[in-house]
């Protein structure tokens, strides 16, 4: 792709994109004088669709006219609405249906994975995460460890980028699972990293922990509708996202849960228990010993928020319209000319952190300002360009195909190049 650095290339671009139109689809922030905000933080949490509010509408509507009855008498019955989700969601991260949930949020799925799937020996009970880890994450793997009597620091592995670089080099990895592998029992990996947008090869770390016998999880918050994890095919063992990042579901939504169909069906699989992972057609017996279903679902615990769940359901909608693949080709040519124009800036204080690779990373760049601090997010702001400010020195930016231009792009570049 040949990109150029002026204003009316961007436009072009935007005329010929066959996705553009979406962009009438969401609620995009307007300044005083009725400006549309530069808004870069999909990854953090995704703009509104405008038919949310009449999804979670045709609920409250529901639930005005039908009181209890609207669980079995509602337009989308609550007692199955979840099942409206799942074979939407399971699209979006490339899982079968029976693989794929949507319940509580995102922490708390881990934690009722690793109940499942991190169960550690006297031998075998380490941990691997990323240095770089979202801090939730290394927060519920080092709370697994202390609840398991195991040392939250020296039982916790970190796979770190090498002295001198920011990304993560595969092989690193396969080092460690060399040296300790044996004592390893899970490696819980954050599929895309939310610092540096890099994007790792899951099939291969599937393939390199369980050649250790190391169950395999990866949190996709980064990576659910943003790029395509073929979570099936991988072979990973488990994963969870949220779903008010790049799905759009609004802020707090509830999170996706997989488990591979080579464990979903395996009901000897230890787990917590409530009514809503009970068998389906004896829940409502309420006298009867604990059956656990098949499946995703199998993980459950309680009758979730049917609210919550129709913002999901808006969102997946307009996923499922438009499918992955054409979203990431947008995203490959939208982010590819966002690095092009950073490029053009010529500044040896910038530098991009994300994998210049398209197959490396997602929508997000990460970039760092060398000598900058807080004030240059402070002026980005006041300039209506909404970004995200890592300490010490780093701008996450992330375009999203579904809402963002190829001008909203070119505007930011000109404006960041002004402030430096
Ligand atoms: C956003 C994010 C979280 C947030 O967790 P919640 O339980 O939804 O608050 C956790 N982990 C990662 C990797 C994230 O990107």
Redesign the pocket.
């Known amino acids: 792709m040949k990109y150029q650095n002026n204003l009316e290339f961007a436009k072009q671009q935007d005329k010929e994109d066959p996705l553009a139109p979406l962009r009438n689809q969401f609620h995009i922030p307007k300044d005083k004088n009725g400006n549309d905000w530069l808004y870069f933080t999909g990854n953090s949490l995704g703009l509104q669709p405008k038919a949310t509010k009449e999804y979670i509408n045709q609920e409250l509507e529901d639930w005005a006219n039908l009181g209890v009855e609207g669980h079995f008498e509602a337009k989308n019955p609550w007692l199955n609405y979840h099942e409206l989700l799942t074979d939407k969601m399971a699209k979006v991260v490339g899982a079968k249906p029976v693989e794929v949930v949507v319940m509580n ?4 799925n881990l934690h009722l994975l690793m109940v499942s799937f991190y169960r550690p020996t006297k031998t075998k009970y380490k941990i691997i995460i990323e240095s770089d ?2 801090p ?2 290394r927060y519920a793997v080092q709370s697994q460890l202390k609840f398991h009597g195991f040392d939250d620091e020296t039982d916790l592995i970190e796979w770190k980028p090498r002295e001198g670089e920011t990304l993560l080099n595969i092989e690193d990895l396969e080092t460690i699972l060399e040296f300790e592998g044996d004592e390893v029992a899970l490696l819980l990996i ?1 599929g895309v990293n ?1 610092y540096t947008g890099q994007f790792l090869d899951l099939e291969r770390i599937a393939q390199m922990g369980h050649a250790k016998d190391c169950i395999v999880g990866i ?1 996709l ?2 990576g659910a509708g943003n790029i395509q994890p073929n979570l099936h095919d991988s072979g990973v063992d488990f994963a969870a996202w ?1 779903t ?2 790049y799905l759009n579901a609004g802020p ?1 939504s509830l ?1 996706g849960l997989f488990v591979h169909e080579k464990h979903a069906k395996n009901k000897k699989l230890p787990r917590f228990a409530g009514w809503w992972n009970h068998n389906k057609e004896t829940r409502f017996n309420m006298r009867k010993p604990f059956d656990v279903m098949e499946g995703a679902e199998g993980w459950q615990l309680s009758n979730p928020p049917i609210l919550s769940m129709a913002a999901i359901l808006a969102s997946l909608d307009i996923f499922d319209k438009v499918g992955m693949d054409a979203l990431r080709q947008k995203s490959e040519k939208l982010t590819g000319y966002f690095e092009f124009l950073i490029n053009e800036i010529g500044s040896d204080d910038i530098k991009i952190i994300t994998p210049s690779n398209p197959k490396e990373r997602g929508c997000q760049l990460s970039i760092q300002v060398k000598k900058a601090d807080k004030s240059l997010h402070k002026k980005l702001t006041e300039n209506h360009i909404i970004t995200d400010w890592r300490e010490p020195d780093v701008i996450r930016c992330a375009p999203t195909p579904l809402y963002n231009t190829f001008e909203d792009v070119y505007r930011m570049v000109s404006i960041l190049k002004g402030l430096l």
């Open positions: 949020t995102l922490t708390t880890a979202f939730s994450d954050g939310y949190d918050a980064h949220c008010y990042k707090g999170a």
